[in-house]
């Protein structure tokens, strides 16, 4: 096996460092997936009991359950930076392997991002969920640009074909590098 470019694995570290790793320990774990849900229930307005607050809860929970099945390999109830990378390393050899954590991972981003529930993400719903993140906002827009290739909308299917570009793609301008706001890596 030829080892992960340097160009993916800052991807890879990236997605790591900000989408996962919510508390900067250096590990994903349950507790990075309860920050994330207290921090994406906040940003939508969805208080305890409310059913998208609970539906956050479950689908969040199933990914990290997913997550820890595929990666924590010596089974230590966290997802190092080496056993991420490995497990998105295979994935990008061999696409079929693709998770089902990854594309709940995927659908729950796409839901998140398409506020208005019209199908599709504009660069307003996609700059306010990544810079939830700490992206900078004129940097999401700009990436929601070269990620839309310049059109209005993204709908789920360009979408999900982005989100493996952004995986197994060492090209640094195909259009998915941009899906989780960043513009250069």
Known sequence: MSPISEFRKKKLLYVFNVFFDVNASGEIDRKDFELAIEKICELRGWPAGNPKNVETHDSMFKIWEGLRSKADKDNDGQVSVDEWCNMWD?????????????????????????ASHDGT????????????????????????????????????????????????????VSPGNFIFGKTSF
Do not use: H
């Open 121 to 172: 993400i504009d660069a307003d719903e996609f700059s306010i969920v990544c810079s939830s993140y700490g992206v900078d906002k004129n940097e999401c827009q700009e990436a929601f640009k070269k990620m839309s290739k310049g059109a209005v909308e993204v709908n789920r299917e360009e979408f999900a074909e982005l989100w493996r570009e952004y995986f197994s793609s060492d090209d640094p």
């Open 90 to 114: 295979a994935y990008a050899k061999d696409p079929s392997t693709v998770m089902d954590w990854q594309l709940r991972y995927m659908n729950f981003m796409f839901d998140l991002e398409d």
